[in-house]
């Protein structure tokens, strides 16, 4: 059995986490359709705060939530087990954390998932008929948030969320139906849903992020910006934003007022021009100069936005912002939401839906869309709200032969690889004729990653039939390993 210990320093006891999973499941369990969804959206609020890195979170979130996942989870029946002794083994929590990404992929499907209906409707009957299932079901929801945000060590600025989230908690009525739990931004807690500032200095309940830690990662972001082959009218916007950043931020820490920033962008050019490395890069910088509190990169495309039937498709759109939020979301090939006479196709909804969002969170999620140049062009023309959202443009030329030689090489260079001069000039000659034959479909970077895929694997049927093959033979490309057109 474990050993007691300090919850003040992070670690909780088994017995204070086996008790509030107890204590919430027998508060949601006899109103489940009405206060599981709130229960959801109060744990998603606070994994927004705090992640399930800590072995006690990740620990209390499964007791918590497992028994209501039946069909991708053990359900009740397998978690019976925890419950029948006030303790947790080393081996439970272990078993428990397994469950980790599933919990936090349900969770990151909350985040903008409206709430405080269900508790709005307790409170009312109880206040009719002289229950107090409200007040029991609220005390639970209050206790799992402080338990889980003291697990692993009270966060900066956790006092005033676990506040504002109880005072939301306890007075329903007051959340809006379309403010979710992921509403909060930089600390605030759900029901803040008032515009807030670009910049965590303004922000009182924000963990201030380390200068010397912020420049670095600055640092590390733009240089790896600058070790991009060719893209010099990119490199140089890409500076011109961060620069906008750095001397904003130091206004905010003066207590002056930000200008608004577009930072929703537009990326046009063909395939392989980088826009999906220079999108991560992007969220990089941003937060690092502390305008996105996380800046992950979430991709999708109209697959991943876009449903088959009536009411599905807001749906879609919801769980992706939610990956995305303090984040950047790409999404590719975006003229595909709006085909061309495309009639009442769903991708319509999406767009609406996205731009709903995008307004909803306008401090916590930075969207890019990107595409062909002239395709775009119509998808920001298919809709009055697209082009005012929009206000940043990056085109991504083609790369000249000399570029996608520097590409070919560094892949090469990547894994200690040579090249013969024969086999140089003969790769010179195949992109040059690449380069001027190139078309609409033409796959720049690409194009020389599958090439130097097809190098290797010519490399391969030479050398399979050697007696002895040594470290030279093995890291060298020759005139033969490259195809002749």
Not at 117 to 146: I, N, T, V
Not at 238 to 258: D, E, F, P, Y
Not at 399 to 416: T, W
Not at 430 to 455: I, P, S
Request: some cysteine; glycine content about 10%; overall charge negative.
């Amino acid at each position: 059995m474990e050993t007691e210990r300090s919850t003040r320093g992070g670690i909780l006891p088994g017995s204070t986490l086996v008790a509030g999973a107890r204590r919430l499941m027998e508060a949601v369990v006899p109103d489940l359709s009405l206060l599981l969804p709130e229960a959801w959206a109060v744990a998603a609020a606070c994994w927004d705060r705090a992640d399930l890195s800590d072995r006690d979170r990740a620990s209390f979130a499964a007791l918590s939530f497992l028994p209501f996942m039946r069909e991708d989870g053990p359900g009740p029946d397998g978690m019976k087990r925890y419950f029948r002794v006030d303790y947790l083994t080393e081996l439970d929590r272990d078993e428990l954390c397994a469950w980790r990404p599933e919990l936090e992929k349900r969770l990151a499907g909350k985040r903008t998932a409206p709430w405080g209906a269900g508790l709005y409707r307790l409170k009312r009957r109880d206040e009719e008929s002289g229950g107090s299932s409200f007040h029991r079901a609220a005390e639970a929801l209050m206790q799992w948030a402080d338990i889980y945000l003291t697990a692993g060590g009270l966060p900066s600025g956790g006092d005033i969320f676990l506040k504002t989230l109880n005072k939301r908690i306890l007075n329903p009525e007051s959340a809006g139906p379309s403010s979710g739990p992921g509403s909060p931004t930089y600390g605030a807690a759900p029901g803040n849903t008032g515009p807030a500032p670009r910049s965590p200095a303004q922000s009182g309940t924000a963990t201030e992020p380390d200068p010397e830690a912020a420049q670095k990662a600055l640092d590390a972001a733009m240089a790896k910006l600058e070790g991009l082959t060719g893209m010099e009218p990119i490199k140089e916007q890409v500076h011109t934003l961060s620069n906008l950043m750095k001397v904003h931020r130091k206004r905010a820490s003066l207590g002056m007022k930000i200008p608004p920033v577009a930072l929703h962008a537009v990326f046009t050019g063909r395939p392989g021009t980088g826009k999906t490395t220079v999108a991560r890069l992007l969220g990089e910088i941003f937060a690092a100069q502390g305008f996105l509190r996380k800046g992950h990169l979430v991709e999708t495309d109209r697959s991943g936005l876009v449903a088959g039937f009536v009411g599905q498709t807001a749906g879609k759109v919801d769980e992706a912002v939610s990956r995305a939020l303090d984040g950047v979301l790409f999404i590719d090939e975006a003229y595909t939401l709006i085909p061309e006479n495309g009639g009442n196709d769903f991708g319509r909804e999406a767009v609406d839906t996205l731009l709903k969002r995008m307004e909803d969170y306008r401090d916590r999620l930075v969207v890019v869309v990107a595409g062909y140049p002239d395709e775009m062009e119509r998808f920001l023309d298919s809709n009055p709200g697209l082009a005012s959202r929009f206000g940043r443009r990056f085109f991504f030329d083609d790369f000249n032969p000399a570029e996608l030689e520097a590409i070919f090489m560094r892949f090469m260079a990547e894994v200690g690889m040579t090249i013969t001069d024969g086999a140089l000039g003969k790769l010179r000659v195949y992109l040059k004729v690449a380069h001027d034959a190139r078309d609409g479909q033409f796959g720049n970077g690409r194009m020389v990653r599958n090439l130097f895929e097809r190098a290797l694997e010519s490399q391969a049927d030479r050398l399979a039939s050697y007696p002895e093959l040594t470290q030279e033979l093995l890291a060298s490309i020759e005139e033969s390993d490259l195809p002749d057109e």
